[in-house]
C-alpha cells in the first residue's frame, strides 16, 4: 500500500479512537456505493453522523477549500445513497475531522454540523 494510503488509514483510525471517546457509535467504515464513499458512519443520539477525514502532516490546511462545494455535494449524495439503502430514519449530520501531525505528537479537531446539505430544486414539467 502507498505511504500516503497508509497514513489517511492511520487519520482515519485516530477519528474513530476520537469519536468512541466521545460517545459515538460506529455504523460503517469506507462505505462505498457505485463511486460514493464515506469515510465513517456513526450514529450520535438521534443522529446518523457522517464524516469525512482529512489527515495532514501540517496545520496548513484550509476547510473552505479542502471540503469545498463539489466535495460536499459528493458527500451528501453518497449519504443520501445510505440513508435510502440502510431505511435509516434518523437525522443526518455532517461532520469533518482533521488529523494533523504524525502517529508521535498528532492533534484531533473535530468540527459537528460542519455543513448542511443543500437543498435540490426541480422544475415543474
Sequence with gaps: MARHNDYGKWGENMAVDH???????????NWRIGH???DIVAMKGNRVVFVEVKSRLHDDY?????????????IISAANAYLHATRLPH???????????????????????A????????RRR
Excluded: C, W
Excluded at 469519536?19 to 467504515?29: E, K, P, Q, T
Design 19 to 29: 469519536l468512541v471517546s466521545l460517545g459515538y457509535a460506529i455504523r460503517d467504515r
Design 36 to 38: 460514493y464513499e464515506l
Design 62 to 74: 484550509n476547510p473552505e477549500t479542502d471540503i469545498n462545494k463539489a466535495k460536499r455535494s459528493r
Design 91 to 113: 437525522e443526518p449530520q455532517f461532520d469533518v475531522i482533521y488529523i494533523v501531525g504524525s502517529p508521535d505528537s498528532y492533534k484531533v479537531e473535530h468540527m459537528p454540523d
Design 115 to 122: 455543513f448542511f446539505p443543500t437543498l435540490k430544486t426541480y
